[in-house]
């Protein structure tokens, strides 16, 4: 067999080879990580629901010392919203809804 017939072949077979499997793989899938924490709930639950400490423990938060922040209403209740944007392409908002 001819190069020019031989390398298309090969190609279009694999091609074919990554399409059937796309076919058999799970369509979804989760990641989960799981952290222990030696305090009391309550105590966690108490310093999580303040959306400011977030500053403390959340990777983007670390990684953007300096976004422009909004603050709206509360922190800790039900309604508080908190708003970010780094003058980039970070820009979003939190609500604590019931």
Known sequence: MS???TIPLVLVAIIALFLIAGLFIKKEYSIERVVFIGQPKKKVFEFI???NNQD???KW???D???KKT???IDGTVGFITAWD???QQKGEQEIKK
């Open 3 to 5: 190069i020019f017939i």
């Open 49 to 51: 629901k303040i959306l």
């Open 56 to 58: 403390h423990y959340n």
């Open 61 to 63: 938060w670390m990684d």
């Open 65 to 67: 010392p300096q976004p």
């Open 71 to 73: 603050l709206k209403g």
């Open 86 to 88: 780094n003058g980039g």
